[in-house]
């Protein structure tokens, strides 16, 4: 087996490449291709991933390029993880969110939107050209806003593209660190869009206990921690922390207002400083300082993140999650090996439900065997969070549309109709800026 990172710069890129190395002989892995537009972010990154690979049981080669077109032929899978515009990009868009007093926050609303326009035509574009290639090949997409850049590589023909978040099955990760059982022991179910989804039907050896755990309070105190625990009990399920923004908008929004930085200004700070410490360390060839550095860097930016909507501390197992990682290796191992699988994946929903259509991607509980993903059964959610899901769904659709026709009027369209931008006038002045601001990602707009 052969796998291209695309955008194997981005600093998560060395939990990824770690995590699937530990099972390289099993996926019969031999060459990860890392591929990045800018060779010296790559080589900046790169000791920190040789030195992991060192450490795992089974050598993998690893080729790092800024030149992919050398390394298109052979390629069975690719993870698309790429930000144009880079921290920059999405500091902007949550600064002007936040300076127009709309949420600012990189995947949702506003600056999701503007994250979209940029992202979606160059992955298609290298979906275009790696498919040319390589005619079956399985795309895992790890490029936010998720949910939509899979809706967007669906509707340009690429059916062979899953999309993987690592919040959509956090809380079945979780309630396996609680109850501390194998994670084959318990299962559970994922229903929503990608940052709004709902998980129940929690079972442990066949059994439902998601009422039993949602009325444990250290349960959700633990792994609960951004809401109210009544509120989750009379929800009846599980919440995605994102829902925080819709239940508590009016909480999140005084939150934002206190803090000086947006989240992609502390992003941009943390990434500067790795970055500058890791070519200090590797100046002095101090691969093991770098290394250290680098799970630094990782627990700070883990151990930060929507933490100043939690009610407690991040634990450390919070931290350590494998996340984005785990889920791409089990999307592998289901793929490509005789290894079934249950994960919660961004996928078409197959059948009409709940106002969806079959092509409407969601996130859900799928299964994984010989190489079909099958999503399963929806939750039946109350008619208010259906609602919810309806509306944000309309702005992913209407959304995906304006990029591929390069729309001004349907992107207007499509941010009036997120249930989180209720004033056209500022939604008006948002698109005008950002327009403004990317001048070359909207030059053929109409």
């Not at 550095?293 to 197992?317: I, P």
């Not at 994960?343 to 996130?363: R, S, W, Y």
Request: hydrophobic letters at 40%; a negative charge; aromatic letters at 8%.
């Amino acid at each position: 087996m052969r796998l291209v990172i695309i955008g194997g710069g981005g600093v998560t890129t060395p939990l990824v490449v770690m995590t699937i190395a530990k099972r390289a002989s099993i996926l019969d892995l031999e060459e990860i291709v890392l591929f990045d537009i800018n060779y010296d972010r790559l080589a900046l990154i790169l000791p920190v991933i040789r030195s992991l690979i060192d450490a795992a049981p089974t050598r993998v080669r690893i080729t790092p390029t800024d030149d992919i077109s050398s390394y298109l032929s052979d390629l069975d899978a690719a993870i698309i993880s790429i930000r144009p515009g880079l921290e920059q990009g999405r500091a902007t868009d949550e600064r002007t969110c936040k300076d127009l007093g709309l949420l600012a926050n990189e995947t949702t609303g506003a600056a999701g939107f503007a994250f979209a326009c940029r992202v979606i035509p160059v992955v298609l574009g290298y979906a275009e050209m790696l498919s040319q290639a390589n005619p079956d090949i399985r795309f895992v997409n790890f490029t936010n806003p998720a949910g939509i850049v899979t809706q967007a590589l669906r509707d340009s023909g690429y059916q062979r593209a899953v999309g993987v978040c690592s919040s959509a099955d956090r809380v079945r990760r979780c309630a396996v660190e609680f109850l501390r059982v194998s994670p084959t022991d318990l299962t559970s179910m994922v229903f929503g869009l990608n940052h709004l989804s709902w998980t129940g039907e929690i079972c442990l050896w066949g059994e439902d206990i998601t009422e039993n755990l949602l009325a444990n309070s250290l349960f959700l105190r633990a792994c609960q921690p951004w809401f109210p625990a009544e509120f989750v009990r009379k929800k009846g399920f599980a919440l995605n922390e994102y829902l925080y923004f819709y239940y508590f908008y009016d909480s999140a929004m005084c939150k934002q207002r206190e803090k000086p930085l947006t989240r992609g200004e502390e992003i941009l700070r943390m990434n500067s400083a790795l970055r500058q410490d890791l070519s200090r360390a590797l100046t002095h060839n101090d691969v093991k300082t770098a290394v250290s550095r680098y799970f630094n860097y990782v627990r700070e930016r883990k151990g930060t993140y929507m933490a100043d909507l939690a009610k407690r501390k991040l634990s450390q197992s919070d931290v350590l999650d494998e996340g984005y990682s785990g889920v791409a290796l089990g999307v592998l191992e289901g793929l490509f090996m005789e290894s079934p699988q249950r994960l919660a994946l961004c996928v078409p929903l197959g059948t009409e439900c709940h106002g969806l259509q079959p092509t409407d991607i969601v996130e859900i509980t799928c299964t994984i065997n010989e190489g079909f993903i099958a999503p399963m059964h929806p939750l039946t959610l109350p008619a208010d969070d259906i609602g919810l899901i309806s509306s944000v769904k309309a702005f992913e659709r209407e959304t995906v549309a304006a990029i591929l026709e390069r729309s001004l009027e349907r992107a207007l369209f499509a941010l009036n109709l997120h249930p989180l931008l209720t004033d056209c006038l500022t939604n008006q002045t948002f698109l005008t800026h950002i327009v403004c601001t990317y001048p070359t990602v909207f030059q053929n707009w109409r």
